[in-house]
């Protein structure tokens, strides 16, 4: 299984970028999936996560009301729309599945595949 993580890139603040994960080598209709980042100088920290049926998304504090994600079933992807981007939102972008999560998980230790990362940065 490979993750392919894209669609970052340069945006002034307020605006907004959609990053789409694809996976490739098996469906992932059964998958826990999420979204990290990890800003320069910093940990990786947990952005957003959608349970394996679907069904349930969970954010960080600072994404909340900001970040969405979801499946596309059709393009076999999971998207992160990002709406009123900050300078604080810039990193690179990693997506992560696992098909063991039931439910889901904020540590990267549960996801046993990674995307490459997409850079996202923010400009004032």
């Known amino acids: 299984v490979q993750l392919q993580a894209s669609g970052g890139g340069l945006v002034q603040a307020g605006g907004s970028l959609r990053l789409s994960c694809a996976a490739s080598g098996r469906t992932f209709g059964r998958w826990a999936w999420a979204w990290f980042r990890q800003a320069p100088g910093k940990e990786r920290e947990f952005v957003a996560a959608?349970?394996?049926?679907?069904?349930?998304?969970y954010y960080a504090n600072f994404a909340e009301g900001r970040f969405s994600i979801a499946r596309d079933n059709a393009k076999n992807t999971v998207d992160l729309q990002m709406n009123s981007l900050k300078p604080e939102d810039t990193a690179v972008y990693y997506c992560?599945?696992?098909?063991?999560?039931?439910?889901?998980?904020?540590?990267?230790?549960?996801?046993?595949?990674w995307g490459q990362g997409t850079e996202v940065t923010v400009s004032s």
């Open positions: 959608l349970t394996r049926n679907g069904d349930s998304s």
């Open positions: 992560a599945a696992t098909p063991s999560l039931t439910y889901y998980s904020s540590s990267g230790s549960y996801y046993d595949y």
